[in-house]
């Protein structure tokens, strides 16, 4: 039998990077500088752990950061993320419908030290929302993925197409339709249209943008704004019109809804600049005035081991 071959893809240290020097210039209250070193050196040791563990594993395996990831992921059999959701989305970028992804929280969030500096700052570290992992139990969770005890799940995406032409990255969270000023208004139109060509009317908007969401991404951006969360392995959409300018009654209840999975929104874009923002806001795409964009779950899937199937 072939030795199993994995991906292990890391959230680099730069992104907690405060040295002393230019910690008091940096903070005003200097624990917020040891709090940060401290996310540092939890996260390095979470990596550490994970890759000791590894080399106790019958299997081949090497490490990337994530900033190195440039091309598609092919030729292996698992992708472990050490980070938090967001090394998983930026992983889910680079993976069609055939490789799983196992993501490890490193860096989870402490109910105790969130209480302690309450009132000096926010000490919320990883949500982890989407990782099956911590370092704690890690080896557990791989040894059911590895002996076939515990089967990823199927997560919808977002397929996005710009005047017919389908875009090559999906969205496992969400994607954000926006003028890149956000103080800017931004100008569209949509509507739904089922499989059968039947449509929902015409919603002319004038607002901050349009958010859609999968059911994963439902807990996230979209439930912060006032949506609310879908079963995780849904394969309909959730869509929201940013602090719309009212047009009235006939109209409020057309800002907020579901693009079911036999459905597509087909929408127009009629300000001078825009983008389609995939899972945050480092993957975008431009759009211009007149560009046509259809959003759907017809992408493939992302198998992704959840946490309430490996505990």
Known sequence: MARRKLLLLLKPFDVYQVTQSNAVSSF??????HYIDNRR????????????????????????FRNNL???IHNVDLVVTVGGDGTLLQASHFLDDSIPVLGVNSDPTQAEEVEKFSNEFDATRSTGYLCAATVKNFEQVLDGF????????????????????VLPTCALNDILIAHPC??????FSFKIRGDDETCSPLVNCRSSGLRI????????????????PMPILSRDLQYMVREPISQGPAFSRLMHGLIKSDQSMDASWFSKEGFVYFDGSHVFHTIQNGDTIEISSKAPVLQVVLPHLST
């Open 182 to 187: 956000p103080a800017t208004v931004s100008r």
């Open 213 to 228: 969401s999968t059911a994963a991404g439902s807990t996230a951006a979209m439930h912060s704004a006032g949506g609310f």
């Open 146 to 165: 590895l002996e076939d005890q515990i089967v990823p799940s199927k997560l919808s995406r977002i397929s996005v197409s710009v005047n017919s032409k």
């Open 70 to 72: 440039s091309q598609p």
């Open 28 to 33: 005003s209250n200097p624990r917020i500088f």
């Open 41 to 64: 050196k939890v996260h390095k040791e979470a990596i550490n752990v994970c890759q000791k563990i590894l080399q106790q594993k019958p299997i081949d395996w090497k490490p990337i």
